[in-house]
């Protein structure tokens, strides 16, 4: 089983940046494809970013390529989301998932997630 915990979010102005960071417990967190996704309010759930499990593949949604950049460091059980270049469009819960079934787009297939992590970005 895999617990994850998400930080880093806060309050940026548009064009700014942050970097989230998430935590998993266990000791299988090298066996699981992880995955960013977000939740404005009012909207459904949507895919950010994924990334395979030793970190050789990632894969962003069209809204965030360039501007987003996922990775993870596998000895500190720690996925990561580089966000620059923030726009307001971009408010939204973060959220952290593990996959053992490889790289997904879709959350339904996500076997553990994290509690969120507020992103505001301010115009």
């Known amino acids: 089983q895999v617990q994850l915990v998400e930080s880093g979010g806060g309050l940026v102005q548009a064009g700014g940046s942050l970097r989230l960071s998430c935590a998993a417990s266990?000791?299988?967190?090298?066996?699981?494809?992880m995955g960013w996704f977000r939740q404005a309010p009012g909207k459904e759930r949507e895919f950010v970013a994924g990334?395979?499990?030793?970190?050789?593949?990632?894969y962003y949604a069209g809204s965030v390529n360039g501007r987003f950049t996922i990775s993870r460091d596998n000895a500190k059980n720690t996925v990561f989301l580089q966000m620059n270049s923030l726009k307001p469009e971009d408010t939204a819960v973060y959220y952290c998932?593990?996959?053992?079934?490889?790289?997904?787009?879709?959350?339904?297939?996500?076997?553990?997630w994290g509690q969120g992590t507020q992103v505001t970005v301010s115009s």
């Open positions: 990334i395979d499990r030793s970190g050789g593949l990632t």
């Open positions: 998932a593990a996959d053992r079934s490889g790289l997904s787009r879709i959350g339904d297939e996500y076997d553990y």
């Open positions: 266990g000791r299988t967190f090298s066996s699981y494809s």
